[in-house]
């Protein structure tokens, strides 16, 4: 009977805290169905559903074309991130030397500075460069903080795999980049699939960067939303129908792979 109530309390308290963190989400997808005069003048409950605030946002250049400057970014920086940060957890792991500790403790230092200190060096190397205003360069920088994140992330993946695997697959004549792609790239594919989607998320939901290194024509998505703020007076209406479209893919990403997902966090991918 004791352990029925704590159950049943825990499950009170995670409903709870459930509905706090989808009461913002349920309110941004309310009001993309209002006319913004409704939302400025009506009670909070009113509600007659219209679809002109999507329409309007989507006759709105600057942010169709931030969706699409936000996918490519956003594929970009997660590929390449996963990619090379998942050979250098291989390595990391496979490969014990003296430097290991500092090097992942580096890797992590990296990730923890703040995005507005490295904002400035980046848009005067990017100037320099001709990468200012451009989706490549803006990519560069998400993957600046997306590649530490996905080493660390991986790296217990890796070592979780026993070294047999490596030893037979020696033993049949493959070589390192075999043993990497064909044996532990598939073992670790749950932590992959983590990895690709969190850092997918962090590149599409990014701030900073897309505002300082961004003029018009790599202008992401968020920075598109943030327009809808207006000159005089927010527009409500279409503000939150942008914002509802770009939480789209992030419930398609977490609903699709949410077996993955639960199985990479379960497996130990990531601690704290």
């Given at each position: 009977?004791?352990?029925?109530?704590?159950?049943?309390?825990?499950?009170?308290?995670?409903?709870?805290?459930v509905i706090i963190e989808l009461f913002p989400i349920f309110i941004i997808i309310l009001n993309g169905f209002k006319r913004d005069i409704d939302i400025w003048s009506k009670n909070p409950f009113y509600?007659?559903?219209?679809?002109?605030?999507?329409?309007?946002?989507?006759?709105?250049?600057?942010?169709?074309?931030?969706?699409?400057?936000?996918?490519?970014?956003?594929?970009?920086?997660?590929?390449?991130?996963?990619?090379?940060?998942?050979?250098?957890s291989y390595g990391l792991s496979r490969y014990k030397f003296k430097v290991n500790d500092w090097i992942i403790f580096l890797l992590l230092l990296l990730r923890m500075v703040p995005q507005i200190t490295?904002?400035?060096?980046?848009?005067?190397?990017?100037?320099?460069?001709?990468?200012?205003?451009?989706?490549?360069?803006?990519?560069?920088?998400?993957?600046?903080?997306?590649?530490?994140?996905?080493?660390?992330?991986?790296?217990?993946?890796?070592?979780?795999?026993?070294?047999?695997?490596?030893?037979?697959?020696?033993?049949?004549?493959?070589?390192?980049?075999?043993?990497?792609?064909?044996?532990?790239?598939?073992?670790?594919?749950?932590?992959?699939?983590?990895?690709?989607?969190?850092?997918?998320?962090?590149?599409?939901?990014?701030?900073?960067?897309?505002?300082?290194?961004?003029?018009?024509?790599?202008?992401?998505?968020?920075?598109?939303?943030?327009?809808?703020?207006?000159?005089?007076?927010?527009?409500?209406?279409?503000?939150?129908?942008?914002?509802?479209?770009?939480?789209?893919?992030?419930?398609?990403?977490?609903?699709?792979?949410?077996?993955?997902?639960?199985?990479?966090?379960?497996?130990?991918?990531?601690?704290?």
């Amino acid at each position: 009977m004791k352990k029925r109530i704590i159950g049943w309390m825990i499950f009170l308290i995670a409903l709870i805290i459930v509905i706090i963190e989808l009461f913002p989400i349920f309110i941004i997808i309310l009001n993309g169905f209002k006319r913004d005069i409704d939302i400025w003048s009506k009670n909070p409950f009113y509600f007659k559903p219209t679809l002109s605030s999507y329409k309007k946002a989507f006759e709105n250049e600057d942010f169709v074309r931030g969706l699409k400057n936000s996918l490519i970014a956003a594929s970009i920086s997660s590929f390449v991130s996963v990619f090379f940060g998942s050979m250098a957890s291989y390595g990391l792991s496979r490969y014990k030397f003296k430097v290991n500790d500092w090097i992942i403790f580096l890797l992590l230092l990296l990730r923890m500075v703040p995005q507005i200190t490295l904002s400035l060096p980046f848009y005067l190397i990017f100037k320099k460069m001709g990468l200012s205003d451009n989706i490549f360069g803006l990519s560069l920088a998400h993957i600046s903080f997306n590649l530490p994140y996905a080493v660390a992330l991986l790296l217990p993946f890796f070592e979780g795999i026993p070294r047999d695997y490596e030893e037979a697959a020696r033993i049949d004549g493959c070589r390192e980049f075999q043993i990497y792609w064909k044996i532990f790239f598939p073992l670790a594919s749950a932590g992959i699939v983590v990895a690709t989607v969190f850092t997918f998320l962090m590149s599409w939901n990014e701030f900073i960067y897309a505002l300082v290194l961004t003029g018009v024509r790599a202008k992401t998505a968020p920075i598109a939303v943030n327009g809808f703020l207006g000159q005089y007076a927010p527009l409500w209406g279409q503000l939150s129908a942008a914002g509802t479209i770009m939480l789209i893919p992030v419930f398609a990403i977490t609903l699709g792979f949410q077996r993955y997902i639960i199985k990479g966090l379960s497996a130990g991918g990531i601690k704290g």
